[in-house]
């Protein structure tokens, strides 16, 4: 596939994310609030501590928010005793569905 259609495919839109995407943004008036809407999305119907992955490691995501400075959802980690902010988008969750929709909406907005 050349980076064209790769590219495209990659940004095919999922209607039913779509939705989720309208429903979280809502009244939102910049990137700025819709990322605060992910947000309190994420607190209000994710289900936390779930396992991920990020480079082959095995972690805890705690939570997510927003972070300052930060245009983009932050996980807290934790593996070993210890905790990590990372980017959302850089882990691979292995989370219950409602959890996963919000992510893949996540990353559907994002991109």
């Known amino acids: 596939?050349?980076?064209?259609q790769h590219l495209m495919a990659r940004r095919r839109r999922v209607?039913?994310?779509?939705a989720l995407i309208a429903e979280i943004t809502t009244d939102c008036y910049n990137?700025?609030?819709e990322l605060t809407g992910f947000e309190c999305a994420f607190e209000d119907d994710a289900a936390f501590p779930c396992p991920g992955?990020?480079?082959g490691e095995d972690v805890q995501v705690l939570s997510v928010a927003t972070k300052e400075g930060r245009r983009e959802l932050i996980a807290t980690c934790e593996r070993g005793g210890r905790r990590y902010e990372l980017a959302l988008l850089d882990i691979?969750?292995?989370?219950?569905?409602?959890?996963?929709r919000l992510l893949d909406a996540y990353r559907q907005w994002a991109t």
């Open 15 to 18: 209607p039913d994310l779509d």
């Open 1 to 4: 596939m050349c980076d064209d």
């Open 53 to 55: 992955t990020v480079i």
């Open 92 to 100: 691979e969750l292995q989370a219950d569905r409602s959890t996963q």
């Open 31 to 33: 990137e700025d609030e």
